[in-house]
Every structure is written in structure tokens, then in C-alpha cells.
Nanobody
Framework: QVQLVESGGGLVQAGGSLRLSCAASGRTFINYAMGWFRQAPGKERDFVAAIGWSGSSTYYADSVKGRFTISRDNANNTVYLQMNSLRPEDTAVYYC???????????????WGQGTQVTVSS
């Protein structure tokens, strides 16, 4: 089992920045690919970003490319999502995910955090 706890969500004005953190525990963190998904009210859960175990491979949804950066600190079992130039359409609950290999689909991840709310006001 892998336990994931997100933090760092909140309310920010359009154009602002937030950094989400996800602390992992329960298994060897370095063995897992990590990622972020988000779900806006009334919409499906969508892929945002993912990172391989070493941190050298990263993947982004087109909607966040150039604005969001995923990174990981294997020494501290933490993955981050730096979100810049935020837009109202980025408003959603953001979920941290983990699994053995990188994936861009919901079904590709067995482990999910409880989510953290990000609200971007216009």
C-alpha cells in the first residue's frame, strides 16, 4: 500500500501561483511513478502531469504545458506541482497518484490521495 497526502491548495487570483505537495508513505517511494490529476465540478477526472521514478521523465497535459512543473524529492518522499499563470479554468480538486509505471489515464493508477481544492478567481 502507498498512502498519499496532498497539501498546498487554496484560493488564488488569476495569474497567480500555487505549489501543491504530495507526501507519500508506505512503500519505497523511488519505485513509483507519480502524477497529478484534477476534477472540476461536473466534469471527468483529467490527467495533469506525471513524473518517472528518477525525475528525468515528465509528462504534461496540453492545457498546462509551459505553466505547470512537476518534480519530486526522493529523499523526502514528496512530489510537487508548481502551478504558475493560473486561470479560472484550472479550478478543480487536484489528486496525487502513484503506480509502478507512468500513465496518463485514471485506470493507470492504483493509489490516490484524497485531493486538495484549488480555486482560481477571475
Amino acid at each position: 500500500q502507498v498512502q498519499l497526502v496532498e497539501s498546498g491548495g487554496g484560493l488564488v487570483q488569476a495569474g497567480g501561483s500555487l505549489r501543491l505537495s504530495c507526501a507519500a508513505s508506505g512503500r519505497t517511494f523511488i519505485n513509483y511513478a507519480m502524477g497529478w490529476f484534477r476534477q472540476a465540478p461536473g466534469k471527468e477526472r483529467d490527467f495533469v502531469a506525471a513524473i518517472g521514478w528518477s525525475g528525468s521523465s515528465t509528462y504534461y497535459a496540453d492545457s498546462v504545458k509551459g505553466r505547470f512543473t512537476i518534480s519530486r524529492d526522493n529523499a523526502n518522499n514528496t512530489v510537487y506541482l508548481q502551478m504558475n499563470s493560473l486561470r479560472p479554468e484550472d479550478t478543480a480538486v487536484y489528486y496525487c497518484v502513484a503506480d509502478r509505471v507512468v500513465a496518463v489515464t485514471v485506470s493507470g493508477y492504483d493509489y490516490w490521495g484524497q485531493g486538495t481544492q484549488v480555486t482560481v478567481s477571475s
